[in-house]
């Protein structure tokens, strides 16, 4: 943390001896303004949501085969048995995939919210870009993103003329 911050220091200090112009902005206040972000955050809360449910249902079924299974245990042979747990284990083994092919790395949820929240993304990178060309700032910090900004003045901020840019009527810091 030390070392970030005297990196961050002498990289600032590197940008004022070239009189770079520079700003601040934070871009999840940004998206937490814009309707289109709300309504993509909306549908995935539902996608997921369902996909959860569906999950469930799963591995609920695989918990009502293994009470049962438990239940009717001493009455099996060994052959009915061995049927029994591999039925449970695969259904259990489907459950998890499922899960996995829902909510895992690069599974169904991260694809659709590349496609539900990247385009609101990518427009609000534009307007960035946008004013970041026509005011001149050569740089632009987020402190919303993992670099940290420990302090910025707020005249420095200009997440409100982001939204300005994106016709959105900000309500104002926080």
């Given at each position: 943390?030390?070392?970030?911050?005297?990196?961050?220091?002498?990289?600032?200090?590197?940008?004022?001896?070239?009189?770079?112009?520079?700003?601040?902005?934070?871009?999840?206040?940004i998206?937490?303004?814009?309707p289109?972000?709300?309504?993509?955050?909306?549908?995935?809360?539902?996608?997921?949501?369902?996909?959860?449910?569906e999950?469930?249902?799963?591995?609920?079924?695989?918990?009502?085969?293994?009470?049962?299974y438990?239940?009717?245990?001493?009455m099996?042979s060994?052959?009915?048995?061995?049927?029994?747990?591999?039925?449970?284990?695969?259904?259990?083994?489907e459950?998890?995939?499922?899960?996995?092919k829902?909510?895992?790395?690069?599974g169904?949820?991260?694809?659709?919210?590349?496609?539900?929240?990247?385009?609101?993304?990518?427009?609000?990178?534009?307007?960035?870009?946008?004013?970041?060309?026509?005011?001149?700032?050569?740089?632009?910090?987020d402190?919303?993103?993992?670099?940290?900004?420990?302090y910025?003045?707020?005249?420095?901020d200009?997440?409100?003329?982001?939204?300005?840019?994106?016709?959105?009527?900000?309500?104002?810091?926080?």
């Amino acid at each position: 943390m030390k070392k970030l911050l005297i990196v961050l220091l002498v990289v600032l200090s590197a940008f004022q001896i070239q009189a770079q112009r520079y700003c601040v902005i934070d871009s999840k206040y940004i998206l937490e303004n814009l309707p289109e972000y709300k309504q993509a955050q909306t549908k995935l809360d539902e996608v997921s949501a369902n996909w959860q449910k569906e999950i469930d249902a799963k591995l609920q079924e695989v918990d009502r085969m293994y009470k049962a299974y438990q239940a009717e245990q001493v009455m099996l042979s060994d052959e009915m048995k061995k049927r029994r747990e591999d039925e449970i284990i695969k259904k259990e083994k489907e459950a998890k995939e499922l899960q996995k092919k829902r909510f895992g790395f690069e599974g169904d949820l991260f694809k659709k919210r590349q496609e539900l929240v990247k385009p609101v993304q990518d427009k609000v990178y534009n307007a960035v870009q946008k004013m970041a060309a026509s005011k001149g700032y050569e740089i632009i910090f987020d402190k919303s993103a993992d670099l940290s900004v420990f302090y910025n003045d707020p005249k420095l901020d200009k997440s409100d003329d982001i939204l300005r840019e994106l016709g959105v009527t900000s309500p104002g810091k926080k």
